[in-house]
């Protein structure tokens, strides 16, 4: 009996063996080299996209932060500050570049305000002893050296005496008639002060009662008085309104302060602050000017690469108003 035996031809056997040619590795890699390209492509603009949220969020934060203590700065406008003296003044278009400045004024601000003294003159005086109101935390008492004015029943500093430097503090008591007997102090005062009960008696904080303090954008940083609060502020725009019909409703603005302590109205400030992020390479701001109350500009190449956070509200300083 015959038997068949199959053999595998040559030229099959040798195709069985040779592999991947050349051609082929190269198609292999180029494939593989652009799988690799479009998975770091997608993973980097997810990074960079990561990465402008994360610089909004923290612009956003800081810019609060700021925020918090110029509201402050306008809230304490006049805080035991005469009435009929000036203490805002409105500093329009005062900045290089177009941006609004303000001063306010007042016995305290912001972080200043917890130096701030003020009492009361608890019985009537005639003379250059007086007694005011002591209070339990000493932070807040009188001390000799310090410079007091009294003011009148129209928060007017009384003239005289005026300015009145403090020579002697000594603990003492009153007996009220609804709180009982109550911490006081006596003062011995430079000046003699005739005054009724209840006149209010502050300390003068050197750097923002009478200089006053300046809010102002300068090289794009917002600056408080000495102090840098923030940067990447492209603009900051004040507005000042009035209620004309005394309806409770603030119903015209202007962009320079009136003469607020000589009117009976109720009226308020606008502000405006405009921040900005660092320069992003996938990212083209979608407007070429921006406009903020009186204040309008063109933003060039470089600027539109910023994105803009935008804050605004308004403030009436409870302390200014009639």
Known sequence: ??????????????????????????????????????????????????????????????AQVSLTLLKADLGYAGLAYPKADTAVISLNDSGPNGEDAIMVRAAGLGFESAK????????????????????PDTTFNFEIGDTVVCLDANRLIMRPPGEMVINNVAPDSFIDPTLGSVFAQRLTLSAHLKG?????VIRKFGSTYAPG?????????LVRGPDTLLDNVEDLQFAYGIDTNDDGVIDRWTNEAPEFAS??????I?????????????????????????????????????????????????????
């Open 270 to 322: 606008r502000y405006t602050l405009v921040l900005t992020s660092d320069r992003l390479g996938d990212y083209t701001y979608p407007d070429d000017t921006i406009s903020i109350e009186d204040h309008n500009y063109v933003l060039n190449s470089g600027q539109k690469k910023q994105k803009r956070v935008f804050l605004s509200g308004v403030i009436a300083p409870p302390n200014l108003q009639p």
């Open 263 to 268: 009117t009976d109205s109720k009226w308020a």
């Open 196 to 200: 009724v009960q209840g006149l209010i």
């Open 116 to 135: 701030t003294k003020w009492s009361w003159l608890l019985d009537a005086a005639d003379g250059q002893i007086v007694l005011v109101r002591g209070w």
């Open 1 to 62: 009996m015959k038997k068949w035996i199959v053999t595998p031809s040559h030229d099959s056997w040798h195709a069985a063996q040779k592999g991947m040619t050349l051609v082929e590795v190269l198609i292999s890699v180029l494939l593989l080299t652009m799988m690799l390209g479009v998975t770091y492509t997608i993973l980097n603009l997810q990074r960079a996209k990561a990465l402008t949220v994360q610089k909004t969020s923290v612009l956003q934060t800081d």
């Open 213 to 221: 303090l300046r809010l102002e954008v300068a090289n794009n940083k």
